[in-house]
């Protein structure tokens, strides 16, 4: 059974920094692109970040030059860390996992998806 798990969300202040992780099981994980979506109250899902099990990343732009995703393969945890973050990041944050190694921000090439985890910025 194929399971993605967040952890590390929370408040935060603006300016300050946040790691979350996501653990994955029942897949192969450290063969898969791994992504972070997120998703604020009355707004569209949006893919912020995704990286191949070689470590190839891309980013959207509203989180570039802020936000880093990473892996460790040896433990099958991906990591969104925050840093800088503004009240606009505010949402919950969902990691996902697609059916292949391609780094992409768009929805439909994502298959397994975890439960997420909440992230506030507080001004």
């Known amino acids: 059974q194929v399971q993605l798990v967040e952890s590390g969300g929370g408040l935060v202040q603006a300016g300050g920094s946040l790691r979350l992780s996501c653990s994955g099981s029942?897949?192969?994980?450290?063969?898969?692109?791994i992504a972070w979506a997120r998703q604020a109250p009355g707004k569209q899902r949006e893919l912020v970040a995704s990286?191949?099990?070689?470590?190839?990343?891309i980013y959207a732009d509203s989180v570039k030059g802020r936000f880093t995703i990473s892996r460790d393969n040896d433990k099958n945890v991906v990591y969104l860390q925050m840093n800088s973050p503004k009240p606009e990041d505010t949402a919950v944050y969902y990691c996902?996992?697609?059916?292949?190694?391609?780094?992409?921000?768009?929805?439909?090439?994502?298959?397994?998806w975890g439960q997420g985890t909440q992230v506030t910025v507080s001004s």
């Open positions: 996902a996992a697609s059916s292949w190694n391609i780094a992409r921000l768009q929805d439909y090439a994502y298959v397994y």
């Open positions: 990286i191949t099990s070689g470590g190839s990343t």
């Open positions: 029942g897949i192969s994980f450290r063969s898969k692109a």
